[in-house]
C-alpha cells in the first residue's frame, strides 16, 4: 500500500508540474517552480515510504520491533502479553504499567498472517515466561 500511494503521490505532482505552466490564473510559473513542485512529490512519495519500513523481529530473548522510524528492543520478561484488542489496527505489546507498544508490522488488514503471527509472538512469549 506504502508503495501505490508513494508512486500515486509521484504522479499527481508530476503532472500537476507539467500543467502549472498551462493554467491561466494570471501567475507565471517558470521552470524552477515545476522542478520544486516534483521534488515535493519526491519527499512526500519518500516519507510514505516509511509506512513500508515496520518490521518485528523475536526469538527465545525477546523481541525487537521497529516502527516507522524507531527501533525498540524488549525481552520477553518486560513484556506481560502481546494483545490485539477488538478494533484494533495494530498487534501491541502489553508492558507494566498500563504501557503498550504497537507492532505495526503486525496489522488487521493482513488477516490471517496477522493471526499466525499473534500466535507465534504469543507462543515465544509463553516459553520464554515459563523458563
Request: proline share 2%.
Amino acid at each position: 500500500m506504502a508503495g501505490v500511494s508513494a508512486v500515486a503521490l509521484l504522479v499527481v505532482f508530476t503532472v500537476v508540474a507539467v500543467l502549472l505552466r498551462q493554467s491561466d490564473t494570471g501567475v507565471v510559473f517558470r521552470t524552477s517552480d515545476q522542478v520544486a513542485m516534483i521534488g515535493v512529490g519526491v519527499i512526500l512519495a519518500g516519507l510514505t515510504l516509511l509506512f513500508a519500513l515496520p518490521r518485528a523481529r523475536a526469538d527465545a530473548e525477546g523481541i525487537e520491533v521497529r516502527n516507522v522510524v524507531v527501533t525498540k528492543r524488549l525481552s520477553w520478561d518486560e513484556v506481560l502479553s502481546v494483545s490485539f484488542p477488538d478494533g484494533a489496527s495494530f498487534a501491541r505489546l502489553e508492558l507494566p504499567d498500563d504501557e503498550y507498544h504497537a507492532i505495526l508490522a503486525v496489522q488487521a488488514v493482513d488477516r490471517q498472517h496477522a493471526v499466525d503471527a499473534v500466535r507465534a509472538l504469543r507462543r515465544l512469549h509463553k516459553q520464554a515466561r515459563s523458563r
